[in-house]
T-cell receptor, first 112, second 111 residues
Framework: SQTIHQWPATLVQPVGSPLSLECTVE??????LYWYRQAAGRGLQLLFYSVGIGQISSEVPQNLSASRPQDRQFILSSKKLLLSDSGFYLC???????????FGQGTRLTVV | GESVGLHLPTLSVQEGDNSIINCAYSNSASDYFIWYKQESGKGPQFIIDIRSNMDKRQGQRVTVLLNKTVKHLSLQIAATQPGDSAVYFC??????????FGTGTRLQVFP
């Protein structure tokens, strides 16, 4: 069966520090991968998605970047965090763009 | 389209009543729709889906209705239980590999 792992679960980082959130999927190959951000009490904003290794589509210009160094690994990064980067970050995968996506448990990031 | 900047609307229902949660989508090219349930502090979980060649699909205690003419989607929960309390999101995708979420609705079930 397929599983998705996302870590860490919570993170407190100072303004200006770098960020690296990792997401890995097991039990499937060449999945679509997604990063979403959710502010408290609000909806899910699509940040990046990837349909293959090295292929990244950015939805919202911002202080973040994403990379897919391996087929089932998706990394969200920032060189210098801003206060506005705080939020709940969710990684998800789907077999392709026409089936349901499965989510990780999320990372709650607080920038102080 | 996305409404991520808006506070979530709330639907309050009494335990045992039926709940109807609505969602409007904007992309007429979308052909696959999903309802997710999100509990506090967790990732969204799949509830039910429907493709654009259908207008109704039923699961266990849940029914999704799709009206392509007005680009409207609804989730019906029968005999709502306290465990149904959560935030519910609709999501749409088409031929672009993007899964876009709509405005969520917070469902509160009271005894």
């Amino acid at each position: 069966s397929q599983t998705i792992h996302q870590w860490p679960a919570t993170l407190v980082q100072p303004v200006g520090s770098p960020l690296s959130l990792e997401c890995t999927v097991e039990g499937t190959s060449n999945p679509n991968l997604y990063w979403y951000r959710q502010a408290a009490g609000r909806g899910l904003q699509l940040l990046f998605y990837s349909v293959g290794i090295g292929q990244i589509s950015s939805e919202v210009p911002q202080n973040l970047s994403a990379s897919r160094p391996q087929d089932r690994q998706f990394i969200l990064s920032s060189k210098k965090l801003l206060l506005s980067d705080s939020g709940f970050y969710l990684c998800a995968w789907s077999e392709d763009g026409t089936t349901e996506a499965f989510f990780g448990q999320g990372t709650r990031l607080t920038v102080v | 389209g996305e409404s991520v900047g808006l506070h979530l609307p709330t639907l309050s229902v009494q335990e045992g009543d039926n709940s109807i949660i609505n969602c409007a989508y904007s992309n007429s090219a979308s052909d696959y729709f999903i309802w997710y349930k999100q509990e506090s502090g967790k990732g969204p979980q799949f509830i039910i889906d429907i493709r654009s060649n259908m207008d109704k699909r039923q699961g266990q205690r849940v029914t999704v209705l799709l009206n392509k003419t007005v680009k409207h989607l609804s989730l019906q929960i029968a005999a709502t239980q306290p465990g149904d309390s959560a935030v519910y999101f609709c999501a749409e995708t088409g031929n672009t590999d993007k899964l876009i979420f709509g405005t969520g609705t917070r469902l509160q079930v009271f005894p």
